[in-house]
């Protein structure tokens, strides 16, 4: 079986995980086939990849720089990285991890270009902000992210993430919409555990005014 269709049988529907741990095994045996066939330069894995991949790339590209048009454009240029690069992927972490890290490093490098200054200054808060709290952030607590992502006003939630500071918005992004661990944001982000927990909890407390607005009641008479 190529490594194509390898990819192609791991995301056929029907698999079953059964358990967390086969549920980690299937991840595993994605990443393997997705590193071999970039590796190999496998025909038709590429376009395997866009597909699968091309929403949650352009999303993530969109809110970290707020500019779609400026997103699309990088959009081609992380999977021209892919192509040129791809046996530098090593299936130890998820190919998304790879792909958002790849995505991240590109639009950094484009801001150089355009101000001669690291968009990392734009990631690196510092002082208070970044200060390890006391907060954790389970799977299991709903936050008041879910709560107003599920409202049905989706643009309100776009435009709620667009008002908050770059290393708040990117964290949320990754977290609640991409479905990213924070060991994997704390990969794609090149910071500490404690600071991506911190900045998550931060982010979710910028949205409570929001999630309150978006939430209360209208005033005016029917």
Do not use: C
């Not at 595993?28 to 330069?41: E, F, N, T, V, W």
């Not at 894995?45 to 699309?72: K, S």
């Amino acid at each position: 079986m190529s490594a194509a269709a390898a990819f192609r049988s791991i995301f056929a529907p029907g698999a079953d995980a059964g358990s967390s741990t086969a549920a980690n095994d299937l991840v595993r045996q994605q990443s393997l086939a997705i590193a071999q066939g970039l590796k190999q330069q496998q025909a038709g894995l590429l376009d395997e990849l866009i597909v699968r991949y091309q929403h949650r790339l352009l999303r993530y590209l969109v809110f970290l720089t707020g500019n779609r048009e400026q997103a699309e454009d990088l959009f081609q240029e992380v999977w021209m990285r892919v192509l040129t690069r791809g046996a530098q992927f090593n299936a130890k972490a998820r190919f998304e991890t790879w792909l958002f890290t790849i995505a991240r490093n590109l639009v950094i490098d484009q801001k150089r270009k355009r101000t001669m200054s690291s968009l990392d200054e734009l990631f690196e808060v510092g002082g208070d902000d970044d200060r390890p709290i006391a907060f954790e952030v389970t799977d299991s607590q709903p936050s008041p992210f879910d709560r107003f992502a599920s409202l049905e006003d989706r643009e309100r939630v776009a435009a709620a993430l667009l008002q908050l500071d770059t290393v708040y918005r990117e964290v949320l992004v990754l977290r609640f919409h991409e479905d990213l661990s924070i060991e994997e944001i704390a990969k794609v982000t090149r910071a500490p555990l404690s600071t991506v927990k911190s900045r998550l909890y931060r982010g979710l407390a910028a949205l409570r005014p929001w999630v309150e607005s978006a939430s209360a009641p209208s005033s005016e008479a029917v």
